[in-house]
């Protein structure tokens, strides 16, 4: 469903919508660290996540409340205050973060032109026999 030309998501939380446009999902590095870390969880507490992510980040105790804390602001983390200790659950799946992120680079870099994004990135990086019978197979069942 398309709302001012962005996309409108349902929270898989909530189940109140996000209209991921208004936040333009524009995510840093480290707020996809947080979520990644989330998604691999399940959604977990404050403990259990900054353990997830200390091996990686170096992140304290402090510094992962403050990110998830903004990310709540954004729609991106809910926090369940019902529960004791508190859980921190991403809001949107992996798939709806990585094409809101795949469809504005696309139209950021290529213009919406998805024919271009893919023949440069076959120009520039080679792949295995199988990879290509693989984009035939798409590209015919999409009768391209």
Same mark, same amino acid.
């Given at each position: 469903?398309? &709302?001012?030309?962005?996309?409108?998501? %349902?929270?898989?939380?909530?189940?109140? /919508? #996000?209209?991921?446009?208004?936040?333009?999902?524009k995510l840093s590095e480290r707020? %996809? +660290? #947080?979520? !990644?870390?989330? %998604?691999?969880?399940?959604?977990?507490?404050?403990g259990e996540l900054t353990q997830?992510?200390?091996?990686?980040?170096?992140?304290?105790?402090?510094? #992962?409340? +403050?990110?998830?804390?903004?990310?709540?602001?954004?729609?991106l983390v809910v926090i369940d205050? !019902?529960?004791? /200790?508190?859980?921190?659950?991403?809001?949107?799946?992996?798939?709806?973060?990585?094409?809101?992120?795949? !469809?504005?680079?696309?139209? $950021? &870099?290529?213009?919406?032109? +998805?024919? !271009?994004? &893919?023949?440069?990135?076959?120009?520039?990086? $080679?792949?295995? +026999?199988?990879?290509?019978?693989?984009?035939?197979?798409?590209?015919?069942?999409?009768? &391209?």
């Amino acid at each position: 469903m398309k &709302v001012n030309f962005q996309t409108m998501y %349902w929270c898989n939380i909530t189940g109140k /919508p #996000v209209i991921c446009g208004r936040i333009k999902m524009k995510l840093s590095e480290r707020e %996809w +660290t #947080v979520l !990644d870390a989330l %998604w691999r969880t399940g959604g977990a507490t404050l403990g259990e996540l900054t353990q997830e992510l200390q091996a990686q980040t170096s992140w304290n105790r402090n510094t #992962v409340f +403050t990110y998830l804390t903004r990310m709540e602001a954004k729609e991106l983390v809910v926090i369940d205050k !019902d529960s004791n /200790p508190r859980r921190y659950l991403a809001a949107l799946s992996q798939e709806e973060c990585r094409s809101q992120a795949r !469809d504005s680079f696309l139209q $950021s &870099v290529y213009h919406g032109s +998805t024919g !271009d994004l &893919v023949a440069a990135f076959l120009k520039e990086r $080679s792949i295995s +026999t199988k990879e290509r019978e693989r984009l035939r197979r798409l590209l015919d069942e999409m009768e &391209v």
